[in-house]
């Protein structure tokens, strides 16, 4: 697996989930890339099964390394998500 292949696999996976949500592709493949750089031993899995992991709840904003805008229009950690929702510090 190369480094190529692996920025072409997010780019895929983000257009797809995103013209199916009506969100943009660029904020998508920011999940999976936050996603990712905190939980690199999903690598394998996210280039087989792609967009699985959305549908599972794998990846989710609260799961990355990355802030991310919440619903309130605020900047939020990872840390901070999962503290409001009550959820364990990884």
């Given at each position: ?6 920025i072409?696999?997010?780019a895929?996976?983000?257009a797809g989930?995103?013209?199916q949500?009506?969100?943009?592709g660029?904020?998508v493949a920011?999940?999976?890339v936050?996603?990712l750089a905190a939980?690199?031993?999903h690598?394998?899995?996210f ?6 992991l959305?549908i599972?709840?794998?990846?989710r904003?609260?799961h990355?390394?990355l ?7 605020k900047?939020?950690t ?7 929702k009550g959820?364990?510090?990884?």
């Amino acid at each position: 697996m190369t480094e190529r292949l692996v920025i072409r696999r997010i780019a895929e996976v983000a257009a797809g989930v995103a013209s199916q949500a009506g969100v943009p592709g660029a904020d998508v493949a920011g999940l999976i890339v936050s996603f990712l750089a905190a939980n690199p031993e999903h690598v394998s899995r996210f280039m087989a099964e792609g967009g699985e992991l959305f549908i599972d709840g794998t990846i989710r904003a609260e799961h990355g390394a990355l802030s991310f805008g919440a619903m309130n229009g605020k900047m939020v950690t990872p840390a901070e998500s999962r503290a409001l929702k009550g959820m364990p510090d990884q």
